[in-house]
């Protein structure tokens, strides 16, 4: 998984796996989701991620026990 932040465009990508995009659909206002031919996530966007993310240019990982 990668995540990117574009600070041009203020969106923040978070890629899944690396595919080629078929379809990206704006599941709702913001929030693009990117698929592949078979229909499956490849990534997710988030427009204006600023206004939406605390800091989109740190990202924490964790780990559930």
């Given at each position: 998984?990668?995540?990117?932040?574009?600070k041009a465009t203020d969106t923040l990508?978070?890629?899944f796996r690396e595919a080629v995009?078929?379809?990206s659909d704006e599941d709702k206002p913001g929030?693009?989701?990117?698929?592949d031919d078979d229909g499956?996530?490849?990534s997710?966007?988030?427009?204006?991620?600023?206004?939406?993310?605390?800091d989109p240019e740190?990202?924490?990982?964790s780990r559930v026990a």
């Open positions: 998984m990668k995540v990117i932040y574009d990508t978070v890629i995009i078929a379809e929030i693009v989701l990117d698929y499956q996530i490849v997710m966007e988030i427009l204006d991620a600023s206004r939406t993310v605390k740190r990202v924490d990982f």
